[in-house]
């Protein structure tokens, strides 16, 4: 194999901690006064973040909100394992390398997506059609994000094996101009990345539905959920709320992650139509739906180890 049996996990602790953002010290106190949120573009996070509804419901309890900005999944879940944040968002696939790399964090509570909001793309006058057409290609993804479950999922459905393209690994934003340079053949990314794609005539050849489950989660630093466990259960109960909202008022979210976002309106509503914003507790199904994808990493030799993931979930119970 191409690639190092180790190669992604080792990254999780060094590479990914230098492009973490503004870092913050770890909470020592006993008394909480502050709670930090690890967020990117997608999803909701944005748009309760432009509501201030965090800042409203934690004010009562004499306690601030700091947001802190990432380019995607797996900087954020570094930054809560090394405690410099306490919550974050993510897709599917970085907390299971996270969680091979020992990383200090648990599940709280999950998004099932309905499928649209990841995909992968290629320019519209490409001769690649299927999945199939991938074989010998240079395919561009976030190392150990979500695209990457999705890519390496596709891949399996069409029959071909990873080494059978050639990974690129990309952030959001180098992959942006990757795309539009024409180096490389193919990009596996997530909304409002995907939107804007297809804003610029970029052709999905397969949506995240068409070749496995995709579910966000919430997470937390496992010490932080250990002493302020009301909190974390306030978090989820917060963005429950939010989450019933945002199905009900899928314009105003539109609005309020343009405006926080910055991203293209249209992108934005696009996104913003074909998802989900639910959010549940972790449950069996769940679980096993994880589970599957994080044998199918060892699998590949891309995790060093089995791991289980009901290890590192935390048990929410809504109204409680």
């Given amino acids: 194999m191409s690639y190092s049996r180790r190669s992604v996990v080792a990254g999780f602790s060094a590479a990914l901690l230098l492009s ?8 020592t106190a006993q008394e909480l006064k502050e709670i930090r949120i690890g967020f990117q573009k997608a999803g909701i996070f944005p748009a309760v973040k432009q509501r201030a509804t965090l800042e409203k419901v934690f004010k009562e309890k004499g306690i601030s909100v700091r947001w802190v900005e990432f380019q ?10 090394t405690g410099n944040v306490d919550f974050g968002y993510a897709g599917d696939a970085p907390p299971i390398f996270a969680q091979a790399a020992r990383a200090n ?12 909001n990841q995909g ?39 029959g071909l ?17 990757a795309f539009a340079g024409g180096n490389i ?25 068409d070749v496995q489950d995709s579910i966000s989660f919430f ?14 259960a306030l978090f989820n109960k917060t963005f429950a709320d939010e989450g019933k909202w945002a199905e009900a008022n899928r314009p105003e979210v539109a609005t309020k992650l343009q405006e926080a976002t910055g991203v293209d309106k249209a992108a934005t509503t696009r996104a913003v139509e074909r998802s989900n914003y639910t959010v549940v507790p972790i449950n069996d199904r769940i679980i096993a ?14 995790i060093p180890k089995a791991i289980n993931v009901k290890d590192i979930v935390w048990t929410w119970t809504p109204g409680s």
Avoid at 75 to 80: F, M
């Fill in 20 to 27: 973490a953002g503004p870092a913050a010290s770890p909470v």
């Fill in 72 to 81: 995607f999944g797996p900087p954020i879940l570094e930054a809560i394992n």
């Fill in 105 to 116: 964090l648990v599940y709280i509570a999950a998004i099932p997506s309905r499928g649209y």
């Fill in 120 to 158: 992968i793309v290629v320019p519209e006058n490409s001769p690649i059609k299927t999945l199939a057409d991938l074989k010998g290609k240079k395919v561009g993804f976030g190392k150990g994000s979500s695209a990457h479950n999705t890519i390496i999922a596709a891949l399996e459905k069409a």
């Fill in 161 to 177: 094996t990873y080494a059978d393209i050639t990974p690129v690994y990309l952030g959001p934003a180098d992959a942006v101009a």
């Fill in 185 to 209: 053949d193919a990009w596996s990314i997530w909304d409002p990345y995907l939107a804007l794609a297809e804003g610029k005539q970029a052709r999905v050849i397969a949506f995240s539905k």
């Fill in 219 to 232: 997470l937390a630093n496992k010490d932080f959920t250990t002493r302020h466990p009301d909190i974390v």
């Fill in 289 to 302: 739906t994880q589970q599957e994808t994080a044998d199918r990493f060892h699998k590949l030799g891309l």
